[in-house]
């Protein structure tokens, strides 16, 4: 019946799809013990910047997960993804929250990935916000944690991740924007880096813009819940921290006002 043979080749197609994606996937094994050579994004960067007749200048060292400020960890996980230590790679709570929100606001600004995701996305993907990639994502990602586990994850997302225009990775955005190396972050300095995360080309940690004040305490306020705030530090003296950023912190780049249509 031409019913029962169309079914029968959808049937195969979308077995046949499927084996084709799984053996699409990428081999992240090599990642466990040697950095990556290059990112997805860093290659987009340098295809942007030669298609506008721009130089593009790479900032990116990576440092293992020990040189790395234990305040900007905890201020990472906790605005980007408080649920890692837990999920195995997708938060489907998370991204049912942000398809409810994409539906209310229709239009899809919101996407729920996991540092897991993220990682993927940075490593292997693009920005790109289409259906498509977001199932790549969500199949790398589950790779990724079976293959890397969590403090693996961590270690390679905070070294990869854009934190400004050619700024790659926690060491060479700590040096960037306050003079120093990843594990000699102040609180209130990994918190601000921590939150400019979803646009780093829009906005700078070393500004003390509405935007990063703002979210600043509100990780704070998080931190504190948790436990992973020093106690020894009062909320409250967060205007003054902030202010020692803005006065003390060397010529950075992104700025509050900047703009950047497709950052992630």
């Not at 699409?24 to 506008?52: F, G, H, M, S």
């Not at 060292?61 to 997708?90: I, M, N, Q, Y």
């Not at 790549?136 to 944690?145: F, T, V, W």
């Not at 070393?206 to 509100?218: D, F, I, L």
Request: aromatic residues 8%.
């Amino acid at each position: 019946m031409p019913v029962l043979r169309a079914a029968f080749y959808a049937l195969l197609l979308a077995v046949v799809g499927a084996a084709a994606w799984t053996l699409w996937l990428p081999d992240p094994a090599p990642l466990k013990k040697n950095p990556p050579q290059t990112t997805a994004y860093i290659e987009l960067r340098k295809r942007q910047a030669k298609a506008a007749g721009k130089p593009f200048s790479l900032r990116w060292t990576f440092v293992p997960l020990g040189a790395v400020s234990e305040r900007l960890k905890d201020a990472v996980v906790t605005a980007e993804d408080d649920g890692f230590w837990r999920h195995t790679g997708v938060d489907w709570a998370a991204q049912r929250v942000a398809w409810e929100r994409n539906i209310s606001d229709k239009k899809l600004a919101h996407g729920g990935s996991t540092i897991t995701q993220q990682l993927a996305r940075n490593l292997y993907l693009s920005p790109s916000r289409n259906p498509l990639r977001k199932i790549k994502e969500a199949l790398i990602a589950r790779r990724l944690e079976k293959v890397l586990g969590k403090r693996r994850i961590l270690e390679l997302y905070l070294n990869v991740a854009e934190w400004g225009p050619g700024v790659f990775g926690c060491e060479a955005a700590a040096q960037a924007y306050f003079g120093k190396s990843a594990s000699e972050l102040t609180p209130d300095e990994a918190v601000a880096m921590a939150v400019v995360l979803p646009n780093p080309r829009r906005w700078s940690p070393a500004k003390r813009g509405p935007y990063v004040e703002r979210n600043s305490r509100r990780i704070i306020g998080r931190m504190r819940a948790s436990g992973s705030w020093p106690e020894e530090l009062d909320p409250e003296d967060a205007d003054t921290a902030f202010e020692e950023i803005a006065l003390s912190t060397p010529s950075a780049a992104g700025s509050e006002e900047s703009t950047d249509e497709d950052a992630p």
